[in-house]
T-cell receptor, first 112, second 112 residues
Framework: SQQGEEDPQALSIQEGENATMNCSYKTSINNLQWYRQNSGRGLVHLIL?????REKHSGRLRVTLDTSKKSSSLLITASRAADTASYFCATVLIASYGKLTFGQGTILTVHP | KAGVTQTPRYLIKTRGQQVTLSCSPISGHRSVSWYQQTPGQGLQFLFE???????NKGNFPGRFSGRQFSNSRSEMNVSTLELGDSALYLCASSPDRPYEQYFGPGTRLTVT
């Protein structure tokens, strides 16, 4: 079963706009990660945020984590057409080895 | 470093047959995880191996099995294939828990 729920399921924006995706999960976690997948290919790791962190940045990416609400958000600033992909949040539970539990993903389309 | 490689990339099998998929992790990574991705169920964890030992297992029937060799390469086997086993099978490697995972391009299995 899926640990996380992502919102929205699909997002369509213009180049230059910001894109925000949200993820909620059900149980206590060790960390939460975001991945990108292009057209059914392998996943690419974007960012990892630990349970004791509240915000993290990487380039145009900003991730927040609210453990009290069991939710996270991924913000992509100044989106580009190349950002078009599916984005997944994945949680790692405490004392869970090598297991990512994925949400259903958000399909992001950035129009040139 | 070379990325995670998976062979074969595409496979067509008949119901009732068995299949073996192979994964070579990034050099130095001792953890290998396997995932199944389908449109209906999304990304689901199959199992994880670390130093030739299975540390974690998902909720899949016993027809799905795996192993890891001393060089960290891993194989997964699916016996008595069913139509519902058609999926993208992804392998990921990691230095260890609870780090980010690096995914291969996947093996697209079609069962007819």
């Amino acid at each position: 079963s899926q640990q996380g729920e992502e919102d929205p399921q699909a997002l369509s924006i213009q180049e230059g706009e910001n894109a925000t995706m949200n993820c909620s999960y059900k149980t206590s976690i060790n960390n939460l990660q975001w991945y990108r997948q292009n057209s059914g290919r392998g996943l690419v790791h974007l960012i990892l945020i630990r349970s004791n962190e509240r915000e993290k940045h990487s380039g145009r990416l900003r991730v927040t984590l609210d453990t009290s609400k069991k939710s996270s958000s991924l913000l992509i600033t100044a989106s580009r057409a190349a950002d078009t992909a599916s984005y997944f949040c994945a949680t790692v539970l405490i004392a869970s080895y090598g297991k990512l539990t994925f949400g259903q993903g958000t399909i992001l389309t950035v129009h040139p | 470093k070379a990325g995670v490689t998976q062979t074969p990339r595409y496979l067509i099998k008949t119901r009732g047959q068995q299949v073996t998929l192979s994964c070579s992790p990034i050099s130095g990574h001792r953890s290998v995880s396997w995932y199944q991705q389908t449109p209906g169920q999304g990304l689901q964890f199959l199992f994880e191996y670390f130093s030739e030992t299975q540390r974690n297992k998902g909720n899949f029937p016993g027809r799905f099995s795996g192993r890891q060799f001393s060089n960290s390469r891993s194989e997964m086997n699916v016996s008595t294939l069913e139509l519902g086993d058609s999926a993208l099978y992804l392998c990921a490697s990691s230095p260890d828990r609870p780090y980010e995972q690096y995914f291969g391009p996947g093996t697209r299995l079609t069962v007819t």
